[in-house]
Nanobody, 118 residues
Framework: QVQLVESGGDFVQAGGSLRLSCAAS????????MGWFRQPPGQQRELVATSGLGDNTFHAHSVKGRFTISRDYAKNTVYLQMNSLKPEDTAVYYCYAQVQGSTSYDYWGRGTQVTVSS
């Protein structure tokens, strides 16, 4: 089993920045991809960014150029640096981890709230 704990969510004004962190513990040896989803109020969960082995990253079009995903393999932690935040970035941000060979999102954190005021 893998446990994921997010932190860093906060209330911020438009144009501001936040850095989210997600620390993995437990059976982390076979984790392949880690990343972030978000769920705005009343909407479905959407993919934000992912990071695979070898720093293979993906960023959704809506956040490209503003958000950057990074990963510290020694600390089993993935980060999401969010700059130039907009009110539409308001959401609960969830971290996930996918094990090697899996085609599903195997583990999830409980989420951290990001609120951006206009």
């Amino acid at each position: 089993q893998v446990q994921l704990v997010e932190s860093g969510g906060d209330f911020v004004q438009a144009g501001g920045s936040l850095r989210l962190s997600c620390a993995a513990s437990g059976s982390t040896f076979n984790i392949d991809r880690m990343g972030w989803f978000r769920q705005p109020p009343g909407q479905q969960r959407e993919l934000v960014a992912t990071s695979g082995l070898g720093d293979n990253t993906f960023h959704a079009h809506s956040v490209k150029g503003r958000f950057t995903i990074s990963r510290d393999y020694a600390k089993n932690t993935v980060y999401l640096q969010m700059n130039s935040l907009k009110p539409e970035d308001t959401a609960v941000y969830y971290c996930y981890a996918q094990v090697q060979g899996s085609t599903s999102y195997d583990y999830w954190g409980r989420g951290t709230q990001v609120t951006v005021s206009s």
